[in-house]
């Protein structure tokens, strides 16, 4: 009877069940643990956007110790496990990156934006990536073993956009058993940012161009500030409802931080309940991290498009740069800043006045590349409501 | 490794088809749309120096204030501890 | 094929929408929207309660979006958009504003009516205008174009109450429907306070009324503190357990506060999570400020009755300040300080303090008027449980 | 604007019957809660003064302190956090 | 027609309900109100872990309040109240516990654990008691009027775990109409450690053990307190998955807490997230005192089985130290520690190295006690995945 | 006071049966866990020696900073309220 009771325990331990020898387990989840580590290596060794990557690593450990049931339900007493909860809460239903993307609204300025308008053609340009890869993922499924239909194209696409919460909204909303490797691979794109870029900008422009200094901004007012975010939100209503989510959530922020009277509120969008919302749905979106989804070509295929997606965002922003100074030559644009529109806020625009320094150690681009880069923010949400209203009606 | 069933021949025609078509309606949409933006936000700033004429007030703001993503907050968060820090040594 | 695709997205557009071409959209969702500004002005410009009217504002200009979905369901996915989960979580549930009133009770300071217990019959006494407003909005739905059941006469009287999660609690509770308006038009008056309070006052008051000057009030123990909240609790348990979710959370955020060895909580109950919930709150209540719901006499109506509860509130608080110096002129009371009995804290204390040095600026009422001033908080709760106790057992 | 269908009259004649009830009800209610309130917060500082009679420890506190609206808090929290510091700080 | 309205209302008193002539209400409720305020003495008074106390007491007044319907569904209107929904949110599903000891993790120091592990055999060692409590209340289930289930023993022995979410969790999945008692007796016990073990101390330990001094604790390196947490998932991971949302989540909090990286996160689960979730819990957990699970024998039962656990697992944690001297005399160690093993963390760790100063005050021990201190919890954690995972293939 | 129905000897006796397994069976894996975790933790130990050598940075930390309850970290609080306070008054 003790025998009896050993062996249960024994059939109970996850060893058992990395030998497959419990139905729905494998070696494939020791596989995805150690993929789980390498993702915690990056985060806290390399600094891999850590807040993300370490919460998305431990929730891919917890989700795949076999016989846990973390992310799943329990079939012996059918209770959901506590990550599948968190997962039905608020990525199943959208919530978190809405909440994610209200929290970055509230910690976003727009003032470089706002006092150089055109720079948001920076941010159109640069999302060129995102349907590029859409196209790129659609023609790889002629290679046998890699797959993608509609859905998961627009969903690999819009690892293009290079913002996390926008990626991971709308990857919920059209293939969110792709979440996993596309939300990786989003966070780890942009934080290879600095590695990824500055070649494709020294190969696309000469000295000259990323020699040019640009006009001092000017000031902008509080007012501006405060009508900046109802403008967008304007346009948003009038044009495309379908990004109202996320156009709505990151203006609402916004709006909450510029207005002035609200900043109790502004001050927990920013921490307590980003905070929150981060360590729920990370854990969450680890747990979409299952051998099954992950573990095939179609993972190899993401992250070649994710990188092809990031490369094309980058050109389309500086060719654009450069057009635009040769149809306006008095108002000459640094073409290095259009590559920050790829958004990646901020390390595209802090990589976009360094490979300026490298020319020009007295040309600080900074503030200038601050304005492609949230446009770059926009310009993704924009994408991201295409991609949401068009896709579903086309299958 | 799992190796996926190869979808027919067809349907992948059909969807990169579409996904032509999604391309040209996204990159026209993203632009027209920041395009009308570039326009609405510089009659926004007409409009509100029409009403606020004199309150050209804060420069644009500092690069260390310039931060738009979870991910830069380290710095206050570095400050904070440094600020913990002293509190817990002065005890 | 792309001309159906842009066809497609055409018809996807808010102006489409706004046109009256897509179903269930509309003009009105226009003019919505403009509603939702107004209350952004009046938030933003006129300081009018802003951590709520720039949530509830913002709530409904993202919920009038047509095609947005945020407040709906989705046709084309069955997918409910952000803000009516967040109304299904808590405002149907009446969750969030118990949240509230926990984090007004940690907040609330009992210490001036323990010391002058006496005032708690100005704050029952302002209460009358709640009820005079229930009796006229049954009495305006004589008129054609107007028309209130028992169940929103009980919603519109309680604006009256002068406390925000007090109204949204109870309207939530008798005709969900109304919360739009009547939460608009319960924070605006609130706002108004000192507008409307300050003719009536002058007009029922002599000048030696106004420059009677009051004992100073004694000290209050830390034990008086913690057990005043116990009182109150168990009053509502033997008498009134309608009021239970009302009564109870608001006497346990005070108990947290006032107790001395929960701090931690209590400054969560005041800050983190009061301000997650008053963010998560105000959309949602913006959510109610539906086209259908709100274009119509019912919202004059309301506006008018929520005027008339706060001046009879203001009214009988005085007067019955009044008959309490004729029965016991021993212990003079200022009838000023009478007005603050209908809650609205601290704006109306903060009336009567200002109008009494108009008299005489050597007179400070803060102090004294604070008493009746959080004595109304629990009148207007309590008033709150007979409304929810019977007005449901009459129909 | 909407124009709602109006309710029979009898209805309407009923429901206000029951709102003078109502009101009736209500007023009683809340003025026996609250009086008796009065005589239940009187006997509770006379049970405190009994059981710890040389306790008068706060004075009534300040104006600045005596909030309890969301709306207000701000200056009171800040006010509030650096006198509970300090207080904390000096035991 | 006012006459039976106010009959009706009276009909909605407390009194009414106390009284016994409401239907499914009756004297008990006024006990357990009594009860709750009990507890509100214990936790604000005599400082019995207050923070879990305060909120346990008034949700059980609350939950009491006859025809206040805050912890059940309301027949007339078929809403659950307040209580009720936190309850089904947070405890029915085991997620507030996990998240509480994500916080926990994020507290914790496991730095003296990690300078001297073989105090892990410490904190197993303590563990005895809650095996014998269970044994002993399948034992008491003989007495006339006492009777637990397999459940129910499993649940009260996890009091000896002397770790509050561990007990609130495992009581959760296995019995949790035992909630009230047995989170009660589990935190009461705990406040009360300074009393229960010193006797038990001194009785089993000579004078010339107590006075043991041991080595200082080598310093640990960053890299240690990373790679712990990770060691201790991998091993819960092969060996003992049903421990993986307790370990599991204990581990994340540590690993964020010491990962250096996000500490932003780390920041907010202990105390915005730690915080809101202790009310929610307390509340919850307090609406399961009901009088028809409390007010009988069992309730004696269970106090005095938590007490033999506490007893016990003092013991045996004391024996395993002398016996670790015996076997291994070139590294003493003072057995005062090994009563630490218990968790009850620190409260059971400073009593170690008070009573050790008693016998020499130049004899700093709350460092070592730290270490058994710190394993217990991780002890406690693996008997409850035991039990978890054996209990219900017993029935 | 509830008396509760007595469940059946044979049950009781069944269950004390169980008990005893529980018991030997939890003690055991209890055992075998933590000694598992003694072995594996001086094994990282010395593998984190390994990878980083010179690096023992940190002296085990202070009693004061030992904390794994919730209920201790009022200290904690109260430095970053007074340090939060100091910051906003300095504006
Ligand atoms: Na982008
Ligand atoms: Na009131
Ligand atoms: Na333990």
Not at chain 1, 9 to 15: D, I, R, V, Y
Request: net charge positive; with cysteine.
């Amino acid at each position: 009877m003790i025998g009896s009771a050993f062996n249960q325990l024994w059939q109970s331990t996850g060893l058992f069940g990395f030998l497959g020898m419990a139905e729905g387990f494998g070696v494939g989840n020791l596989v995805m643990i150690l993929v789980g580590f390498v993702l915690l290596y990056l985060a806290i060794v390399k600094n891999f956007e850590p807040l993300l990557l370490v919460t998305i690593g431990f929730g891919c450990i917890l989700s795949n110790i076999p016989m846990g049931y973390a992310a799943s339900i329990d079939p012996n007493s059918g209770a959901p496990g506590f990550i599948k909860l968190l997962f039905d809460m608020g990525i199943d239903t959208g919530l978190f990156p809405i909440l994610i993307f209200m929290g970055v609204g509230a910690m976003t300025d727009f003032g470089p934006l706002i006092a150089n308008p055109k720079t948001l053609l920076l941010g159109a340009a640069a999302q060129a990536g995102i349907f590029v890869a859409l196209l790129g993922a659609l023609a790889l499924s002629f290679i046998p073993g890699i797959n993608f239909d509609l859905f998961a194209a627009g969903s690999i696409g819009i690892i293009g956009g290079a913002d996390g919460p926008t990626a991971i909204y709308v990857t919920s909303r059209l293939k969110p058993d792709l979440l996993g490797p596309i939300a990786v691979a989003a966070y780890s794109y942009m934080a290879l940012v600095p590695i990824i870029q500055p070649p494709i900008m020294r190969a696309l422009t000469t000295k000259e161009e990323r020699m040019i200094k640009m006009q001092q901004l000017r000031p902008v007012s509080k007012l501006e500030r405060i009508l900046f975010p109802l403008t967008v939100l304007t346009a948003c209503a009038i044009l495309l409802p379908s990004a109202t989510p996320l156009i709505g959530s990151l203006m609402f922020g916004n709006l909450v931080k510029e207005c002035g009277v609200t900043n109790r509120l502004s001050d927990t969008m920013q921490n307590a309940l980003m905070n929150i919302v981060t360590i729920f749905l990370g854990l969450s979106v680890g747990s979409k991290m299952e051998a099954s989804h992950f573990l095939n070509l179609n993972t190899l295929g993401i992250l070649v498009l994710g990188m092809v997606a990031f490369s094309i965002g980058t050109t389309s922003g500086l060719l654009i740069a450069k057009l635009m100074n040769k149809l306006d030559p008095k108002h000459p644009v640094n073409p290095l800043i259009g590559s920050a529109g790829v958004s990646a806020v901020p390390m595209a625009a802090r990589v976009a006045s360094k490979v300026g320094q490298e020319s020009d150690p007295q040309n600080f681009l900074l503030m200038h590349a601050m304005g492609p880069n949230v446009a770059g923010v926009i310009g993704s949400a924009v994408a991201a409501g295409v991609l949401l209203a068009v896709i579903p009606s086309m299958m | 490794m799992v190796f996926l069933a190869q979808l027919p021949k067809e349907q992948l025609v059909a969807q990169l088809e579409n996904g032509v078509i999604l391309m040209i309606l996204g990159i026209t949409t993203v632009f027209v749309f920041l395009t009308l933006l570039v326009f609405l936000t510089k009659a926004m700033s007409a409009i509100a120096k029409k009403i606020a004429p004199q309150k050209p007030k804060a420069v644009v703001s500092s690069p260390a204030a310039v931060t738009a993503s979870a991910s830069s907050a380290s710095e206050a968060d570095i400050a904070a501890a440094i600020v913990a820090a002293f509190a817990k040594s002065k005890e």
